[in-house]
């Protein structure tokens, strides 16, 4: 399966993150309206394999941060 969809955050953006402890993975959840994008995993994927997609989903959150710091710092617009 594959699908391609784009986010654009707008004030009131929101991203929770869901933790039901041992009852279940957790549920990450990106919304802004009217579009919610949720982040779950289910007994298909491997946790291993889980573990290894939300690991690569921190480190690019933590580029994407760090390139929009920079863009903001060179035009002037930090917040």
Not at 18 to 29: A, C, F, Q, S, V
Not at 39 to 63: I, N, Q, V
Request: charge should be negative.
């Amino acid at each position: 399966m594959s699908a391609t969809m784009a986010f654009y955050p707008e004030p009131g953006s929101r991203v929770t993150c869901h933790d039901y402890g041992t009852e279940r993975t957790p549920i990450l959840n990106m919304w802004s309206a009217p579009v919610t994008l949720t982040l779950a995993g289910d007994d298909k994927l491997p946790l291993a394999d889980h573990l290894a997609f939300a690991r690569s989903l921190a480190a690019e959150t933590a580029a994407y941060l760090a390139a929009l710091e920079r863009y903001a710092a060179l035009t002037n617009q930090a917040a």
